[in-house]
Structure formats: structure tokens, C-alpha cells
């Protein structure tokens, strides 16, 4: 599967798996490059802490509030090292004025996101 359906939204429902397997869904902002999606998020976030442990996930186009709209797709995640984060970064700020304005940079991450 592909993220076709996804590019040109502005929200995707990024949904991680804790260790019982419970479902935690969150809106986020997202950019595509090449068939991949990128997300900024805290250091901290749960989601975070759940991908490191689990890298599978669904990803599936959603409103500002989480209401998915359309399909999810199954997918793989990663937590970018800092090395590689510069293009997801630069990315995200094309794509989102607010993103270029971030004044905690210091403590997000960028998630890398693969169709499984």
C-alpha cells in the first residue's frame, strides 16, 4: 500500500500500539517525500515512547479533532536521529508556517513513517 490517498491532506491520524495492544490515536501534522511521511512531535510524547518499543502503526487521513476520513494504512515508524532530521524538518516547515515558528525545537523529534 501507499500513502497516495494522504498527500494532500493537512492532518493524519498517527495510531501507536502500547504494550498490552491497546490503540492510542493522534492527530498530526504530516509531510510526504517519496512515499514516506515525516511527524514532529516532543521527545516526550507517549507515541514516542511507544514507537521505540513497536514500530508498527496506522496512518489514515483525519480533521483537526481526529475524526478519520478515509482509509488507514498500515505502516512501520522510526524515531529519526538528529543527523537525519533536517530534511523531515525543512519539510514541515514548507508545508506549515507555524512548524518554522517552533520555540521548544530543542526537545521535538521527527518520526520517519513507512507503508508495512
Same mark, same amino acid.
Given at each position: 500500500?501507499? /500513502?497516495?490517498?494522504? @498527500?494532500?491532506?493537512? $492532518?493524519?491520524? !498517527?495510531?501507536? /500500539? #502500547?504494550?498490552?495492544?491497546?490503540?492510542?490515536?493522534?492527530?498530526?501534522?504530516?509531510?510526504? #517525500?517519496?512515499?514516506? !511521511?515525516?511527524?514532529?512531535?516532543? *521527545?516526550?510524547?507517549? @507515541?514516542?515512547? #511507544?514507537?521505540?518499543?513497536?514500530?508498527?502503526?496506522? %496512518?489514515?487521513?483525519?480533521?483537526?479533532?481526529?475524526?478519520?476520513?478515509?482509509? *488507514? %494504512?498500515?505502516? @512501520?515508524?522510526? %524515531?529519526?536521529?538528529?543527523?537525519?532530521?533536517?530534511?523531515?524538518?525543512?519539510?514541515?516547515?514548507? @508545508? $506549515?508556517? /507555524?512548524?518554522?515558528?517552533?520555540? /521548544?525545537?530543542?526537545?521535538? %523529534?521527527?518520526?520517519?513513517?513507512?507503508?508495512?
Amino acid at each position: 500500500m501507499s /500513502f497516495d490517498h494522504l @498527500k494532500h491532506g493537512k $492532518y493524519i491520524s !498517527l495510531v501507536t /500500539f #502500547r504494550k498490552d495492544g491497546t490503540a492510542v490515536a493522534t492527530p498530526v501534522w504530516f509531510a510526504e #517525500r517519496e512515499g514516506k !511521511l515525516y511527524v514532529k512531535t516532543r *521527545a516526550d510524547a507517549g @507515541k514516542v515512547k #511507544r514507537v521505540r518499543r513497536n514500530a508498527e502503526v496506522r %496512518v489514515a487521513p483525519c480533521t483537526f479533532r481526529g475524526s478519520v476520513t478515509g482509509p *488507514a %494504512v498500515a505502516a @512501520k515508524a522510526r %524515531v529519526l536521529p538528529e543527523s537525519e532530521a533536517t530534511m523531515a524538518r525543512a519539510l514541515l516547515g514548507r @508545508k $506549515y508556517l /507555524f512548524a518554522r515558528l517552533s520555540l /521548544f525545537e530543542g526537545r521535538n %523529534v521527527y518520526l520517519e513513517i513507512a507503508p508495512a
